[in-house]
């Protein structure tokens, strides 16, 4: 059996036909303006899901890469400070070898040499009161400053403070200043105040450089300690940029389009439209009112 065909039959096939033509060289043009594979994850709900996922990752390698700049910052602070303090107590121990000459030195120049010690004692306090961003390096988790005025140690023992800078890794960033500089009796404060009494007192200071020496070993074993968390650090940061280079790369594969082939399947889609306009203006005959006017 034939089917009827009517001219009103071919003009709804031929109106359904170009709508979809039209409609698909509308999603070509939003695709080129746009730069986007989809744009509603109902467009290809697949695509959509791996999209976002790859966001939640990228932003989470961001988070890691900001802790890991951060981190560093803490590391690079110590450290500073570590070398700034050796440097410090390495004059202790040259004003201290001076001062154990009794034989050369005069009760005004041992006094003249505690006066610089004093001044010493002030630097190396300020040293361990360093900060980062309003936060003491070797305080701990504590809001206040490792040392107070006196030199007794004020920070949170323990309390570490660490970052994560990836799924399965943290590290402490923090460093104890109660390890660096001593506590109580045993703190370089202290250690500095006695060999100033003693030059005062009239007593040999010789003895301690043995004191000296122990304080400023016990500095550089920290400061090594420091020195392997930041190149942990440095090497978590390589591997996060690898990550950030990855993921773009993945998201991109999945999110963007490729220009020029979107260009090429837009301009043949646009010779489709125009000629299927072409070819429905010329297949569609007048209706029998258009013969009868």
Do not use: C
């Not at 170009?18 to 080129?32: D, G, K, M, P, V």
């Not at 001044?119 to 504590?142: C, H, K, P």
């Not at 942990?232 to 999945?254: G, H, I, N, P």
């Amino acid at each position: 059996m034939i089917s009827r065909v009517t001219a009103s039959s071919m003009t709804h096939t031929a109106m359904r036909q170009l709508q979809a033509n039209l409609s698909e060289l509308s999603r070509l043009q939003e695709q080129a303006n746009s730069q986007r594979a989809f744009l509603a994850p109902s467009d290809d709900p697949h695509a959509a899901a791996t999209t976002l996922r790859l966001h939640s990752e990228q932003r989470r390698t961001e988070q890691h890469a900001r802790n890991i700049d951060d981190g560093i910052a803490w590391l690079a602070t110590a450290d500073s400070a570590i070398t700034a303090s050796t440097a410090l107590l390495a004059r202790v121990r040259n004003l201290t070898v001076q001062g154990a000459n009794d034989g050369a030195m005069d009760a005004t120049a041992k006094e003249a040499l505690a006066v610089e010690l004093e001044g010493i004692r002030d630097e190396l306090l300020a040293q361990a009161n360093t900060t980062v961003l309003g936060r003491s390096v070797f305080a701990g988790t504590s809001d206040t400053a490792a040392f107070d005025p006196s030199g007794a140690f004020s920070g949170l023992p323990g309390a570490e403070v660490v970052r994560r800078v990836s799924d399965e890794a943290s590290i402490r960033v923090d460093t104890d200043g109660a390890a660096v500089f001593g506590t109580g009796a045993g703190s370089v404060f202290s250690l500095i105040t006695d060999i100033v009494a003693d030059l005062r007192g009239g007593q040999n200071v010789g003895p301690r450089l043995t004191e000296i020496d122990e304080r400023r070993d016990a500095m550089l074993s920290v400061q090594g300690s420091v020195g392997a968390r930041q190149s942990q650090l440095e090497r978590a940061k390589e591997a996060t940029v690898q990550d950030s280079v990855s993921l773009e790369a993945r998201r991109a594969a999945v999110e963007d389009v490729d220009s020029v082939e979107v260009l090429v399947r837009l301009q043949a889609q646009e010779l489709v439209y125009r000629s299927a306009l072409a070819v429905t203006g010329r297949v569609l005959q007048p209706t029998l009112l258009e013969f009868l006017r």
